[in-house]
């Protein structure tokens, strides 16, 4: 860490020497070694960029657990039915073919940031220059004790990560009866993907119109109000989806009567449906909690802007959903790609001893289907701020959609095209 | 490195008439460019759907972008985003991208 700050303080030619030394013990293989923990937005984009801009010098492993990446933007279209998981669904093996990134299928148990060591649950330990820790979110099941369980869990979906639980609450909306009710629970921002549990409730409710006109979807919100483009959404709600889609703000959850199908509220009146959708409160996932990188809160992974290394860990770096966000900055599949190429530049600089940039300049770009075709997007530029050392949105840039429109629709799944190759391909 | 670097930066700095203390460098510019990708594709050559950048013609690109940035040209999107660069930071990134192969 101190070596660090005196090598941005001072530039390329004194802090590249101090460097070069401390990456010089490297076992087995040749080139500095960097560990990526979790192949999400973050994770599989920053060990892609690692690769190509260190010139394939650098080796990079990449611990995941799951087959294939499976994306959680468009995955609210498997539920309105428009989209398959085949269409959100991409293999990990152009990582290792095209890009020669070592992919190992396996979960991490601990982090040892002393000896620089990451142990995997099949025995393997990997050794680390240093470490990319990009385990998304997991969920604060504690908070709601009627979920706290594993039988619990299978009964009542989240499908706030793309997969299993995307297919099953899929087909629990398809054998409701017509006239039913489907429940969704938002936890209190921060949590992953502000605008995505608005964007599912169009989703539904469009689902419903064509197949099931007499249900309901009934959104309880532990926020205020709409967190992530209110007006849009509210008109969607208002014109499209009149009598399907109710909004009811300032329900903060307490518990889950699973058994019951019912949802309690702190303030507000039990409501008891055909399907629920509870999307709990998150933190950093595991590996970051236990490895004792979630500082803020004991919820989020605080990190320095300009290389995402973390502030407690010398040598390993925090990405995507797990961090403790800059002010306006999203938990966003975008935004976690932009993390990864930002925290990759950093990375390949500091092993070879480079300047890292001093000024990251990054977008993020959301789009939002209130029906299987036209969309709502919002947009903004994030800048570094050196006095505050933090990333601030660019005044006068960013905003959202004039209106839902189809054009945008179209671009929508162009940038999902374009953005799991970039991740990915 | 450090020359190769200075030999780039020097070139970027004749093509974009940008004053020495402006001057990015060339690792910079390739960081700003990749916030471009998840949308135009990595280096700029994009999957279907959307306009690749790679090897675009640089002036076309600049003339493009400082037009959505003055809302000369209408966008869904590119008249939000274009306002977050400065003029300086738009020649650079419209070079990197000129310079990549289709």
């Not at chain 1, 394939?56 to 995955?75: D, R, W």
């Not at chain 1, 539920?79 to 093996?93: C, E, F, N, Q, V």
């Not at chain 2, 020359?3 to 930066?9: E, P, S, V």
């Not at chain 2, 471009?36 to 640089?58: F, I, V, W, Y």
Request: with cysteine.
């Amino acid at each position: 860490m101190m070596q660090r700050r005196h090598f941005l303080q001072t530039g390329t030619a004194l802090g590249a020497v101090g460097l070069m030394s401390g990456c010089a013990t490297v076992g087995g293989g040749s080139g500095p070694k960097v560990v990526v923990i979790g192949g999400g937005y973050a994770g599989a984009t920053a060990a892609k960029y690692i690769r190509m801009w260190s010139e394939q010098k650098i080796q990079v492993t990449l611990v995941e657990p799951n087959p294939a990446f499976i994306s959680c933007p468009i995955s609210n279209l498997v539920l309105g039915g428009s989209k398959t998981m085949a269409d959100i669904t991409t293999p990990y093996d152009n990582l290792s073919k095209r890009h020669g990134v070592q992919m190992v299928k396996d979960r991490v148990v601990s982090i040892d940031a002393a000896k620089r060591l990451v142990k995997l649950a099949g025995g393997t330990e990997l050794s680390y220059d240093r470490l990319i820790v990009s385990p998304g979110v997991d969920f604060m099941w504690e908070t709601l004790p009627g979920m706290n369980n594993a039988a619990a869990q299978q009964q009542v979906m989240h499908a706030w990560k793309a997969g299993d639980q995307t297919l099953t609450l899929r087909k629990q909306l398809e054998a409701m009866r017509d006239g039913g009710v489907f429940a969704m629970s938002i936890p209190l921002a921060p949590y992953r993907c502000p605008p995505g549990p608005y964007e599912r409730a169009c989703q539904v409710a469009e689902y419903f119109s064509k197949h099931k006109p007499k249900s309901k979807v009934l959104i309880l919100d532990g926020n205020d109000d709409v967190t992530s483009k209110g007006p849009l959404f509210k008109k969607a709600w208002a014109e499209r989806y009149k009598g399907i889609i109710e909004y009811r703000g300032k329900h903060a959850l307490r518990d889950v009567d699973v058994a019951g199908k019912t949802l309690k509220f702190e303030f507000s009146d039990d409501v008891k449906a055909d399907v629920l959708n509870v999307i709990p409160s998150m933190r950093a996932g595991d590996i970051a909690v236990n490895a004792g990188l979630a500082t803020a809160n004991k919820r989020w992974c605080d990190v320095d802007f300009l290389t995402f290394e973390s502030k407690v860990a010398p040598n390993v770096h925090v990405l995507g959903d797990s961090i403790q966000i800059a002010p306006a900055m999203p938990k966003s599949g975008h935004m976690a790609n932009q993390h990864g190429k930002t925290c990759a530049a950093a990375v390949v600089a500091l092993l070879t001893g480079k300047q890292v940039n001093p000024l990251p300049i990054y977008n993020n770009t959301c789009y939002s289907f209130v029906s299987s075709e036209d969309v709502v997007h919002v947009a903004s530029v994030h800048r570094y701020d050196a006095e505050k050392k933090t990333m601030l949105t660019v005044p006068g840039s960013g905003g959202v959609s004039a209106a839902a429109n189809e054009l945008e629709g179209r671009y929508a799944l162009a940038w999902a095209r374009n953005i799991w190759a970039d991740t990915l391909a | 490195m450090k020359i190769a670097h200075g030999l780039i930066a020097t070139a970027l700095l004749a093509a974009a008439g940008l004053s020495q203390a402006q001057a990015p460098d060339a690792a910079q510019v390739r960081s700003w460019a990749a916030s471009c990708a998840n949308c135009h594709g990595t280096d700029g050559r994009a999957q279907p759907g959307m306009e690749s950048l790679a090897g675009a013609n640089k002036d076309d690109m600049v003339k493009k972008m400082l037009d959505f940035k003055a809302g000369r040209k209408p966008a869904t999107i590119m008249h939000q985003l274009a306002k977050g660069y400065s003029d300086d930071q738009i020649v650079a990134i419209a070079g990197y991208f000129a310079a990549q192969k289709k």
